[in-house]
């Protein structure tokens, strides 16, 4: 592990994916799902490598149950967030 080495937690604004990326002095970054070029406009998390991993497993988890709700198909399980410290 490199001490230094800073991730942010952004999200697509095209796919709506949370995914973590090397904070870079450019103010542009690719979407790893679909690819979509964008500009930096909103940090959701920052820390170290694996910090940045879960909270983005969290956040996409998150998501997941949001769209639960538009498609109330199946009933979800209640998802434990109290220890999640969301920066949006
Ligand atoms: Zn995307």
């Avoid at 942010?8 to 450019?26: A, D, E, G, I, P």
Wanted: proline share 1%; net charge positive; hydrophobic share 30%.
């Amino acid at each position: 592990f490199k001490m230094g080495q800073e991730f942010n937690v952004l999200r697509c604004f095209s796919c709506q994916t949370f995914q973590v990326h090397q904070v870079k002095k450019s103010k542009k970054w690719n979407c790893k799902m679909c690819g979509e070029k964008q500009s930096l406009l909103k940090v959701y998390g920052q820390g170290s490598g694996a910090d940045c991993r879960r909270h983005v497993q969290k956040l996409n988890a998150l998501r997941g149950e949001v769209l639960e709700v538009h498609h109330p198909r199946k009933r979800a399980k209640k998802q434990k967030v109290k220890g999640l410290h969301l920066m949006i």
